[in-house]
């Protein structure tokens, strides 16, 4: 139960454009345990979505660069495999969903084709077994009239019932590990609501390891059980769901907590924006890259890119002030005690539901 | 977990710098140093306009520049070529007629006055002015002939472009901008004119109208800019809904002032790719109504007449047909490589 | 950075209203049969100074309020009275030209929102070009320069383009060519919903700043209700072309009324672990029907928990139930609650 199923180690990708090579991943490491949630987070251009399409190997090879780094799906790296067995992993151990379910599905074709293709390419299923798995598949992911809904084609359903059907797909052949990319970014929050229950539902059903790639920390908490905020193409920080949230350790975790409104929290406290743009990947200096954004800049973040220090068995911080030699009265309060404890949290939460 | 998660102190493992600092930052650099909210908004360099990275792209494209260079070679001869010797176009000298191309010097090309028996007609019939790409049978001098051919094939194709141009922009433009009824209308008539075969249609207008350079052109835009007209209508149908244009709409700009400043500027790049797509297609055709006999009369000659004319004598003088055929292909070539590279250097999709 | 609480709109507000909407429709033609009812009779108004926020999810109206407003589109009925004239039907040169100075719009996409051939300085002052002709260039350039320093971007930018931006400064040069004729009514349509998180808050606290500054008013269109409460001092909320609740932000947080506030709130993912883990959320079922066809009776009684019979069968009235908020849901209309052998019990 406690073993990785999939370790992501140093990894690095480079696209080539015409003004040479733009490193769009820059060393990430992460590990993904059975049945768990590991949410990446981060803004557009972090990286977060190329990590996720080297996993699956799904990144156009004439452009891209991968120079060093290892993926391992139950200890063999992935990214020695041949093409074939590539394709052998890919859909039926490792499946993906994407962020817009409008292009997601192929529209000249019928759904339950569609469901059927990828189980009877992985699996020994006869025609006849793959078109009632692919019934059952659908009446999982909750859509009315399975039966006569497989003969329908995808512009036939509405967004949110087109992305159940993508989840179908994906989850057919049982997969060990989910990558979801953005799942309910084009979805209207209702329907973003459906779904995201749905996607846990399913994780306990099927033991499946997700790996939800958002920039939404509201889906983060409510779905992700560890977390990886990315930054520039680096993991600045991960740890558990809680760590995260409430005993944040790098500038930029805090700086997102901070701009996100509280549903509850008054009118009157204002938003705390992070100052400046997020960094051109072309552009990046030896320093760390948050360096011109952050509050608690000092000398040394222009010059060194720190490496990543253990906070507890399940945090890691990219930060230079978490270095002993940065002086005590530099830390931030909400950074040295954490934002608030759990406790704390769960005591205010009562008050609202009370 | 256990493997690859940082122990204490590896924050020197995964450590990045820049060449020639210490391995080990000094400890007087832990202090407070942020950066200034002015040098926080700052830009990268100025990234270069899109009409100079077209450029740029555009030069880097070897096919297109070549072409570029051919057809600027081919415009030079076409302006200059018939007046660098005595002859003109038109004046017959019977004593003269099929003669073999010949150029002191360039003998080893071909160029040397032999046909196709291989005996030197120029010796034969003692003749001492050297026709460099021959003559025809009335014995009028074929490198005046095709270079003025060049010419006036050139000038009917950018005089129809041009006109397709004009009109294509104008019609698809309006069509596409005031949209609704309008746009009905005007589709419908587009319809009704790409329906009828245009060939019978330029037949038909040239047995009325009698042969010349201005029927043919005339000829060719009657339905020529209908594409243009298309290609317009669809980028503007696009462009009208983006924000910017509603934008400029909200503060009150006049519709000419949308169409010029917003509309026209991009639309600029598949107008010119599809110009450059035009001529090439437009000198195709002048050749093809000359050929089957519906182009240019004598004495004039256009590409096509020289063609035409040529290929009666494909067997004993091949050299008629030869060269005409080899500057209309040079031409139709390099046209088309210079459109498929600026094609690629204005798409928007290659952009970013 | 200091906020308007103090100003916010109570019931006894005294502000006078800059901009009274009255059962405005706005209905587009697909083909002979179909009309889409993007707007189908919608009343509200907003007081000089204040911020109304505009909900909804995609596909409800919401935008298409706004371009009707500021006149992209046509109204196709109702009243719209701004400034004390009324600008709902067909309106004359004059009045166009004013409405384009005082009303202005800041859009959704700073990808699209500005037009890629242009430089900074010639989007910005387009509006000075077409209401100020007489305008010198000198002159012109000076004010670029000090729009571009109000939405705190670096004047020296003037002379790049769009592309040259990220996505927030982008729409800060929005802000500033909406800034340049001096409205007093500003449409701002989505103007977060395509920026990064940590980008979001720095517009949202600008616009704030703006109005605060400049005495701005301004109609907030999101589909994002967490970040609409930090603006809005009231806020409307839309569901296939109709407003359902209109409450101020405090009130409509702490206490929605209608059951599609409540499902919407509660489907919001709170950035809060243990929130999350013990809240109970509200999933509505099902997906919003295509506003080409829309239930009979009440709108949402396709996807609402409480549907009763009459909901198939009287359209419910927008009236006010408490003062200062407006609902339309049977469940607070005594009358039909009768008629149901029921009574009003305000959850």
Known sequence: MDQNILEVDNLHVSFKTRNGAVPAVRGVSFTLKKGETLAIVGESGSGKSVTAKSIMQLLPKQNTVIPDGAIRYEGKDMLKFSKKEIQAVRGSDISMVFQDPMTSLNPTMKIGKQIMEGLSRHTALTKKQARQRAKEMLELVGIPNPESRLDAYPHQFSGGMRQRVVIAIALACNPKILIADEPTTALDVTIQAQILRLMRNLQEKMDTGIILITHDLGVVANMADRVAVMYAGEVVEQGTLDEIFYRPQHPYTLGLLRSMPNLDASRAEPLIPIPGSPPDPSALGTGCPFAARCPYTMKVCHDYNPGAIAMSETQAVRCWLHDERTPAGHVPAEIKEGRRSAEEAAAEAEGVTA | ?352 | MTTQTTETSSPMDQREDLLVVKDLKKHFRIDRKTVLKAVDGISFSIKKGETLGLVGESGCGKSTVGRTLTRIYEPTAGEVGFGGANIGGRIDRATKRRLNHDMQMIFQDPYSSLNPRMTVAEIVSEGLVIHNPDMKQKERDKRVQELLELVGLNKSHAGRYPHEFSGGQRQRIGIARALAVEPKFIVADEPIAALDVSIQAQIVNLLKELQKDRGLTYLFIAHDLSMVKYISDRIAVMYLGKIVELAESEALYEKPLHPYTQALLSAIPLPDPEKERTREQIILTGDVPSPTDVPSGCRFRTRCPFAMDSCAVIDPEFREVEPGRQVACHLYDPEVMAKEGKEVTVR
């Open chain 2, 1 to 352: 977990m256990t493997m690859m998660f940082p122990k204490d102190g590896d924050l020197k493992a995964g450590l990045r710098r820049a060449d020639g600092l210490p391995a080990e930052p000094a400890a007087d650099l832990f202090t407070p140093e942020p950066l200034a909210e002015s040098v926080r908004e700052e830009l990268a360099k100025p990234a270069p306009t899109f009409w100079k990275e077209a450029r740029e792209r555009l030069f880097k494209n070897k096919g297109a520049v070549i072409s570029l260079a051919v057809l600027l070679i081919l415009s030079i001869m076409a302006i200059v070529g018939p007046s660098m010797n005595e002859f003109t176009y038109r004046e017959q000298h019977i004593p003269h007629s099929n003669l073999p191309p010949k150029i002191g010097g360039l003998e080893w090309l071909g160029f040397n006055g032999k046909d196709v028996a291989g005996t030197d007609v120029y010796a034969e019939r003692g003749i001492e002015t050297n026709y460099w790409f021959g003559t025809d049978e009335f014995g009028r001098d074929l490198w005046t002939r095709v270079w003025k051919g060049t010419q006036i094939s050139l000038f009917i194709a950018l005089v129809a472009a041009a006109l397709d141009l004009i009109i294509g922009v104008i019609y698809g433009g309006i069509s596409a901008y005031y949209g609704g009824r309008i746009d009905n209308v005007m589709q419908r008539i587009i319809e009704i004119l790409t329906g009828i075969p245009n060939l019978i249609v330029i037949i038909l207008f040239i047995l009325i109208l009698e042969p010349g350079i201005r029927s043919i052109i005339l000829a060719m835009i009657i339905t020529g800019w209908v594409g243009m007209a298309r290609v317009v209508r669809g980028q503007m149908l696009q462009l009208k809904g983006q924000e910017f244009v509603l934008a400029s709409r909200t503060l009150g700009a006049s519709d000419s002032r949308l169409l010029r400043k917003h509309l026209l500027p991009n639309v600029m790049g598949p107008i010119i790719v599809t110009v450059m797509f035009t001529i090439p297609t437009a000198i195709f055709f002048e050749a093809f109504l000359s050929f089957i006999g519906l182009g240019l009369q004598a004495p004039l000659a256009s590409l096509g007449v020289l063609i035409e004319d040529g290929y009666d004598a494909i067997r004993s003088f091949p050299y008629k047909l030869l060269i005409p055929a080899v500057v209309i292909s040079l031409v139709m070539i390099s046209f088309n490589l210079l459109a498929d590279g600026l094609r690629d250097a204005l798409d928007p999709k290659m952009r970013k």
